[in-house]
């Protein structure tokens, strides 16, 4: 079964660092999501990609975050400088359509800023 | 803007015991309503979905009834199993422009199944 891959689980860098999360959407997706989850905290939307390019995004994602689909199958969220409170487990999911109710997530990275 | 509220945890059961997850929500028009589930070490799955009032979702023996005049969502199963063991999002997708695609969801509920 097709299913949204992660990578890395877990990641661990220090405050002020970049880090890039990767992640490949099932193939033949066309809507692209991140999502994140501090601890103990809801599941938020962060962004949505259509069609190579910004569809949506919440208050959560400022400049210090980008989004980047640099290949046919790579979807990545990048954070320029971290810091401790962008500790959470992000999410990735896709969904095949505009009409579609449903999104597939991935199995999540867990970042640990210190 | 849109909301949902759901049943605080966590909750502990015995085996065979019947399950309730009480969700409401908040939205603009119509939405689509969803439970996730996410086991141990794992990511985000759907359970079950319902699309408009009076649907009724159902998976692996868990059900949900989309009921409009009281905005809720509520989960439940008959007979629950250790298996269970895991956290439960509700969560809801609003058809209006300008959010139609992004899921708002609520706190989670972890349930532990005793065997």
Not at chain 2, 55 to 70: H, I, L, P
Request: with cysteine.
């Amino acid at each position: 079964e097709p299913e949204v891959t992660q990578t890395p689980s877990h990641q661990v860098t220090q405050m002020g660092q970049e880090v890039i999360l990767r992640c490949v959407p099932i193939s033949n997706h066309l809507y692209f999501y991140w999502y994140r989850q501090i601890l103990g905290q809801k599941v938020e939307f962060l962004v949505s990609f259509y069609n190579n390019e910004i569809s949506e995004k919440s208050e959560i994602f400022d400049d210090q975050f980008s989004v980047e689909r640099p290949d046919g199958s790579n979807f990545t969220l990048k954070i320029r400088s971290t810091k401790l409170e962008d500790s959470a487990m992000y999410f990735c999911a896709s969904s095949p359509r505009v009409e579609s109710t449903e999104a597939f997530f991935g199995q999540g990275t867990r970042l640990t800023v210190v | 803007g849109d909301s949902v509220t759901q049943m605080e945890g966590p909750v502990t059961l015995s085996e065979e015991a019947f399950l309730t997850i009480n969700c409401t929500y908040t939205a603009t028009g119509y939405p689509s309503l969803f439970w996730y589930v996410q086991y141990p070490g794992e990511g985000l799955q759907l359970l079950l979905k319902a699309t408009k009032a009076d649907d009724k979702g159902s998976n692996k023996g868990f059900e949900a009834t989309y009921r409009k005049e009281t905005t809720s969502f509520h989960l439940e199963k008959g007979s629950v199993q250790v298996s269970d063991s895991a956290v439960y999002f509700c969560a809801l997708r609003s058809v209006s422009s300008g959010s139609a695609r992004q899921l708002t969801f609520g706190s989670g509920t972890q349930l532990t199944v005793l065997p």
